[in-house]
């Protein structure tokens, strides 16, 4: 029996050793909701002293979800000697359903330098709609009776009239707004080569050099979206990444370059509204991720001709 105790107490001793390098956790404050709710979904990871955790994305792998606003923390190191680093963020969806959060997946290098990953659970949330109140049906109320109007004919008759050609020329106004603002003008060159022409200028200002990151990030973000304004002839300038998201879809782009363009824009958009510091690798993937989307959305040779 002793030797039993004496097993036991060694195999907690060496317990330690055996822990995995990188734990994850992700998780909700709540997994059932009505349309439009925010919940708060959080991720730690926990990681040995040395590790080289790459970032990561999470509005990337959300699903239906989008990201209202988020706080990532300074890691912290524990009385065990490991980093825990957290990020939250607040997250809703306009849509009823039962819909999963993918699992996150997260890379890192081992001590040997060695690349490995870890993926964490998914995650189910049901989304409801908005179900009346029981009291909702006092705030229904009998019409009242028309009130008498004492007034002349031809007045009335005068202002009928007046309101009639207020609404024809409201009417007219709207459908001319309407019909020029459904596609933007056409470009003077093909896309391709003025968004090229940008991309190369925007490197000659060497804003990252100067410490003008969010200016660099603004600045590519814009071009990207002007591209595809030409590629594309829809509005893009002045939406935002989910609805140009929506918008691609609708215009049925091709889904992996739907995908691409929209990943790219969330990577953005971290940096223009969220205040985070990119790092010097993240700066230069996401200049390629640009170049790449113009590449992979010009019409070939043979598509052209077609």
């Known amino acids: 029996m002793k030797k039993l105790f004496i097993g036991i107490f060694f195999l907690l001793l060496c317990k330690p050793l ?5 734990n ?28 080289e955790i790459e970032p990561y994305a999470a509005g990337k792998n959300l699903g239906e979800f ?17 980093f825990v680093s957290r990020a939250i963020y607040t997250i809703a969806t306009f849509t009823t359903g039962e819909f999963t959060i993918p699992g996150l997946k997260i890379k890192y290098k081992d001590l040997d330098n060695q690349e490995k ?8 949330i049901n989304v409801e709609s908005i179900k009346p109140s029981p009291n909702d049906k006092d705030d ?19 202002v009928v009239f007046i309101l009639l ?11 001319k707004k309407k019909e020029k603002e459904k596609k933007p003008a056409l470009p003077s060159r093909p896309a391709e080569e003025i968004a090229r022409d940008y991309l190369r200028a925007l490197i000659e200002m060497k804003l990252i050099e100067k410490g003008l990151i969010k200016e660099y990030y603004i600045r590519l973000s814009d071009i990207i979206r002007a591209y595809i304004e030409n590629r594309y002839r829809i509005f893009a300038m002045d939406r935002t990444t989910w609805e140009l998201f929506q918008e691609m879809r ?9 995908d691409k363009i929209n990943y790219f824009f969330e ?13 010097q690798k993240e700066i230069e993937e996401a200049y390629k991720k640009a170049e790449e989307i113009v590449n992979i959305t010009t019409p070939k040779i043979a598509e052209t001709l077609n």
């Open 18 to 22: 055996f822990a995995e390098p990188v």
């Open 24 to 51: 994850l956790k992700v998780k909700v404050d709540r997994d059932k909701i009505t349309i439009g709710d925010k919940i708060k979904y959080e991720i730690i990871v926990e990681y040995d002293n040395g590790l």
């Open 66 to 82: 989008e990201i209202k606003d988020y706080k990532i923390e300074v890691p912290q190191k524990i009385k065990s000697g490991r």
């Open 117 to 124: 990953e870890i993926l964490s659970d998914e995650i189910k």
């Open 140 to 158: 229904i109320r009998p019409l009242k009776s028309p009130a008498e109007i004492k007034a002349k004919l031809s007045v009335w008759i005068f």
């Open 165 to 175: 050609i207020v609404s024809i020329a409201i009417f007219v106004y709207l459908k």
């Open 250 to 258: 609708l215009k049925r782009i091709e889904r992996l370059h739907v």
């Open 267 to 279: 990577d953005c958009d971290m940096v223009k509204f969220a205040k985070y510091t990119p790092l």
